[in-house]
């Protein structure tokens, strides 16, 4: 059997052509905007670095990103004003959750000045907005009060395992998972509710520890999240054989516990939601509830309400996107608002993308080893989870 070769290529691609701008204005759209699946916009993610201190196998793998690595310089990325300007102009449109990624978002220096900006923002009909942060927790028992005092409202942890040997393995920086609960911790102590704990689980890696990440945080209060191992971007060598389906994942926790399923709790919502129950037979909410989230085995593209804006003002409509279109230039001219809020609601009015629906329908091409030969997408680590 020939070795895996993972091409090397770069995190950002092409940029197509912003669509000419509505000559009635955004007005003449109406809202809620919607695309042409008459879904609505409701959820940005900003990039606001495409640095992490991780090398996880399914984002960031060293033998692509290493000490040679070229990272985007700090003069391309957008500054704190510009992505507050952005997310002003996605709130006009209807947006009213922001979830600040990367890379890894702690590694921004003062992001909790961004945060205190983005927190002063109000929604079209005047609430405050749910500002959220995902991290692989690393910083985030010396940032959580920072974090909480500047707005953030919740956090999601990426942990893929308690096994100090296999989350090592899994980071590939050698990292202990003591450190990362005692972020979730701190977290809690901060006052960030709601917090949630994704584990990507991948074949042959970590999948033996389903039960045990279960049984841990079973009783604190918190969401855990199973997502199957996507084929997002390029430089993770994604093969379908290393993809463990959430049904599997919850016939290996029925064996043990006993749950019970939970109605979505918004528009939009990633996750099938499971709830524990309790001796008596009965859901405790107490208890924190299961997530799982399928994008390869079950799409969930048909109420998909997210928009997605790289670190340099790319905006994706996809996490499985092959190109982007590039607002920098409508970012950074303060003197035209309504000129970038009009090109964003074009984008979205003319928007069809359901990449996990087509993948059902039209299988990737895939190669004697099982890696994906299908049209290369964008990297997870350029355009955030």
């Not at 039960?211 to 079973?218: E, N, S, T, W």
């Not at 994706?316 to 499985?320: G, K, N, P």
């Given at each position: ?11 950002a ?45 399914y ?100 942990l ?48 033996q ?10 009783g ?61 037979g ?33 905006l ?5 996107a ?24 074009n ?27 299908s ?11």
């Open positions: 059997m020939s070795e895996r070769v993972i091409p090397i290529i770069s995190q691609l092409g940029s197509l052509a912003i669509p000419d701008l509505l000559g009635g204005g955004v007005q003449s759209l109406g809202l809620p905007l919607r695309d042409t699946l008459k879904r609505p916009l409701r959820d940005l993610r900003i990039s606001v670095t495409d640095r992490c201190n991780f090398r996880c196998s984002c960031m793998p060293k033998e692509i990103f290493d000490n040679d690595y070229k990272y985007l310089p700090h003069s391309a990325l957008l500054t704190f004003e510009e992505i507050t300007r952005a997310a002003k102009s996605f709130i006009a449109l209807g947006v009213e959750k922001l979830r600040l990624t990367g890379g890894e978002p702690l590694l921004r220096k003062n992001i909790e000045i961004l945060i205190e900006q983005l927190a002063a923002l109000k929604t079209l009909d005047d609430r405050p907005l749910d500002i959220t942060l995902t991290t692989n927790g690393s910083l985030l028992a010396k940032k959580a009060n920072a974090l909480k005092a500047a707005g953030l409202n919740r956090v999601t942890v990426s893929d395992g308690l096994d100090d040997e296999v989350f090592k393995k899994m980071n590939d920086v050698d990292f202990p998972v003591s450190d990362v609960l005692s972020g979730i911790e701190a977290a809690k102590a901060a006052g960030l509710g709601s917090i949630k704990i994704n584990m990507v689980v991948k074949r042959g890696t970590n999948e520890e389903i039960l045990p990440m279960a049984h841990y945080f079973r604190k209060g918190v969401a855990l999240r199973f997502i199957e191992y996507m084929d997002v971007g390029a430089t993770n060598g994604w093969r379908m054989n290393e993809v463990v389906p959430s049904a599997e994942v919850l016939k290996t926790l029925q064996l043990e516990m006993k749950l019970t399923p939970l109605a979505p709790s918004q528009l939009g919502e990633t996750a099938e939601r499971w709830g524990y129950l309790n001796e008596q009965l859901h405790d909410p107490a208890l924190g509830e299961i997530g799982f989230i399928s994008s390869v085995t079950k799409a969930f593209c048909s109420d998909c309400n997210r928009a997605r804006l790289t670190t340099e003002g790319q994706y409509l996809c996490l499985f092959t190109q982007g279109y590039d607002l920098k230039e409508l970012i950074r001219d303060e003197s035209q608002p309504d000129k970038l809020i009009a090109a964003i609601a984008i979205w009015t003319q928007r069809e993308d359901r990449y996990s629906q087509l993948r059902d329908i039209e299988p990737p091409q895939l190669n004697s080893l099982g890696e994906n030969l049209k290369r997408k964008v990297e997870m680590s350029y355009i955030g989870g």
